[in-house]
């Protein structure tokens, strides 16, 4: 069973007030534009309260999913539409681990035609290791303002590491959109080393 992306904005309101930020992206242009149904283009990198959540787009591709009741492991085709496949990477920078266990929401709001495209990133796993990820048709050519909300892992901690994630990360990112090139992004925050 596909949770469809919904075409509203249903995450405002939705988080708790104790909410941490990442500062507003700072535009990239791309000189040329990359295509994502060709190569993986990174929207974007952002420091937030202790975490490191990358934003990357590339073309909209398959999954492998338990569905079903009782639940069996089933193809998830590519919807017609549905041109983009949405990776979110939350990291810790201390141990370089990528966060499990979260649930991450995506929200992209089109300035120029005030359409939203939103919804919950299914836990993934890929080429690129554990992410968070979603096919989506994007809302169409235009510039974009893109959160990303990181909720509370619900793992256990160590004493030591028992105030980490204790509340929901957000991340602000851009995008400028035309056809399936990307034309500007937000300027990413170091890799970590």
């Not at 000189?31 to 990198?45: F, H």
């Amino acid at each position: 069973m596909k949770i469809p992306f919904l075409v509203s904005a249903i995450i405002a309101g939705t988080l708790s007030a104790q909410v941490a930020f990442a500062a507003e992206p700072k535009v990239k242009v791309l000189s040329p534009a990359e295509d994502a149904t060709k190569k993986t283009v990174l929207i974007g990198r952002a420091l937030a309260d202790s975490l490191l959540v990358t934003l990357e787009i590339e073309g909209a591709e398959k999954m492998w999913m338990l569905m079903g009741n009782p639940p069996k492991w089933m193809e998830e085709p590519v919807v017609k539409g549905d041109i983009f496949h949405v990776e979110v990477k939350p990291v810790d920078p201390g141990s370089k681990t990528r966060i499990p266990y979260a649930d991450v929401k995506f929200s992209a709001v089109n300035r120029d035609n005030k359409k939203t495209v939103a919804g919950t990133l299914h836990p993934s796993w890929g080429e690129s290791g554990l992410h968070y990820a979603y096919n989506s048709p994007l809302a169409g050519d235009g510039t974009y303002e893109v959160t990303v909300t990181v909720g509370v892992p619900t793992f256990a901690r160590t004493e030591k590491n028992k105030t980490l994630w204790t509340k929901p990360v957000t991340t602000k990112f851009h995008f400028r959109l035309a056809g399936t090139k990307f034309v500007e992004v937000s300027e990413a925050a170091p890799e970590l080393k």
